[in-house]
């Protein structure tokens, strides 16, 4: 049972380009989403989703993009990489079922430098 | 929008110590919870709490849901090396959507 999965690891961006930081979870949880996190900032939202076909916005979405075709997988895209970009992303998933939807299992995470 | 206040940012102490740390917001959430992350991971959950007043363990840890909804507090007792990292509180909201928001951290650093 792998939990959460995260690839890459580590990225390094030129601005301008365009790349995809994928997500896979194993738990069969309805809920995903993604963070990014800042020093001395928490992890903030850039988007969640509650199903497949369904996303929605965080609090931080501006120059990202999701799609969940599959309960199993939520890539998250960034379309023109820009050095504020630079963050450490991760990834994380929950059940549906009630407060229960708000314990989030989280992967290890992917650190994106954007040069 | 919504913000949490964690405290304090950083400790430094004495192995064998207690600790204690808080988060504060202005706003009520339906569920506090609290992580800890080691360098180069992900945060992993220590304790979640889902009714006012809630009083829960873990082992040497405690943590309680306030009151009034709007804050929280994790307890380390007797620390050990392994306790250090960074600790995150976070509140869910009533949507149950699996949204939260995060505190700053607390860094720890224990000194055998």
């Known amino acids: 049972n792998a939990g959460v999965t995260q690839t890459p690891k580590f990225q390094v961006l030129k601005t301008g380009q365009s790349m995809t930081l994928q997500c896979a979870q194993d738990?069969?949880?309805?809920?995903m989403s993604w963070y990014r996190q800042d020093p001395g900032m928490g992890l903030r939202l850039i988007h969640y989703s509650v199903g497949a076909g369904i996303t929605d916005q965080g609090e931080v979405p501006n120059g990202y993009n999701v799609s969940r075709s599959t309960t199993e997988d939520f890539p998250l895209r960034l379309l023109s990489a820009a050095p504020s970009q630079t963050s450490v992303y991760f990834c994380?998933?929950?059940?549906?079922?009630?407060?229960?939807?708000?314990?989030?299992?989280f992967g290890a995470g992917s650190r994106l430098t954007v040069l | 929008g919504q913000q949490l206040n964690q405290s304090p940012q950083s400790m430094f102490i004495q192995e064998g110590e207690d600790v204690s740390m808080n988060c504060t917001s202005s706003?009520?959430?339906?569920?506090w919870l609290w992580y800890k992350q080691d360098p180069g991971e992900g945060p992993v959950l220590l304790i979640a709490?889902?009714?006012?007043?809630e009083l829960t363990s873990n082992g040497r840890l405690t943590a309680q849901f306030g009151i009034t909804r709007k804050d929280s507090f994790l307890n380390i007792s007797a620390s050990i090396p392994s306790d250090v990292g960074i600790y995150f509180c976070a509140g869910g909201g009533s949507s149950n959507t699996g949204k939260l928001i995060f505190g700053q951290g607390t860094t720890l650093q224990v000194k055998p």
């Open positions: 738990m069969n949880h309805e809920y």
């Open positions: 994380a998933s929950s059940y549906s079922r009630s407060s229960g939807a708000n314990v989030l299992t």
């Open positions: 709490l889902y009714k006012a007043g």
């Open positions: 706003s009520i959430f339906n569920t």
